[in-house]
C-alpha cells in the first residue's frame, strides 16, 4: 500500500476551508492544473456522487473516486480504476486557524504504472499535494510578503570608510 499524506495550517475558519473544497469555482483556482476532475453522479463531493480523476501528466489516464462518506469536517473517497485505494479530506479548527490534511492510500495493480508510481511518479505527486495545500492556503489567507526581522533598533546606513590617495 502506497500512502502519500499532506497538512497544511491556514489562518482561517473550518466552513471557509470547506468552502474552498467542495464549490467548483473556488477549487478550480488552487487544484492542480495536472488534475482534471469530471463529475460522472451526483453533485460535487456529495455523499453518493461519482468523478472521474484523470491525470494529465498520465495521457488523461485516471480513476473513478466515490464519494462513500461526507460530514463537516471530512471527505471520503473509494478510488477505483489505473490506481485503487482512498482518498481523505479532513480539515479541523486548532485555535484560530484551520489544519486540512490530504491523506492518499492506494494500490496500482498494473505492473508497469507500478514501476513508474513507485519511482519518480510518487515524487511527483508528493510534490503536486503540497504544491496543491500551498496554493489553497495561499488563496484563503492572501499572498505572503517576506518578512525581515531586524530587531527593535532602526537600520543603520552602511559605515562609509575614505580612503585619502596621495
Known amino acids: ?3 502519500q499524506e ?3 495550517s491556514i489562518n482561517t475558519t473550518p466552513d471557509v476551508v470547506e468552502r474552498h473544497l467542495t464549490e467548483p469555482a473556488l477549487l478550480d483556482q488552487w ?3 495536472l488534475v482534471v476532475l469530471e463529475p460522472l453522479e451526483g453533485a460535487l463531493f456529495a455523499p453518493g456522487s461519482v ?3 484523470r491525470l494529465k501528466s498520465l495521457a488523461m489516464a485516471g480513476a473513478t473516486y466515490s464519494v ?3 460530514d463537516g469536517g471530512k471527505i471520503l473517497m473509494a478510488i477505483d480504476g ?3 485505494g482512498s482518498e481523505l479530506w479532513r480539515w479541523f479548527p486548532d485555535g484560530n486557524r484551520t489544519v486540512v490534511q490530504n491523506r492518499v492510500e492506494y494500490e496500482v495493480p498494473d505492473a508497469s504504472l507500478r514501476v ?3 519511482g519518480i511518479g510518487r515524487f511527483l505527486a508528493d510534490l503536486d499535494m503540497r504544491i496543491q495545500l500551498d496554493r489553497l492556503r495561499q488563496l484563503i489567507e492572501g499572498p ?3 518578512r525581515l526581522d531586524w530587531g527593535a533598533r532602526p537600520l543603520r546606513p552602511a559605515q562609509q570608510i575614505v580612503i585619502e590617495r596621495e
Open 68 to 70: 462513500v462518506e461526507r
Open 6 to 8: 499532506e497538512w497544511v
Open 144 to 146: 505572503t510578503t517576506p
Open 31 to 33: 487544484r492542480s492544473p
Open 116 to 118: 513508474f508510481v513507485v
Open 1 to 3: 500500500m502506497i500512502v
Open 51 to 53: 468523478h472521474k480523476l
Open 82 to 84: 489505473l490506481w485503487q
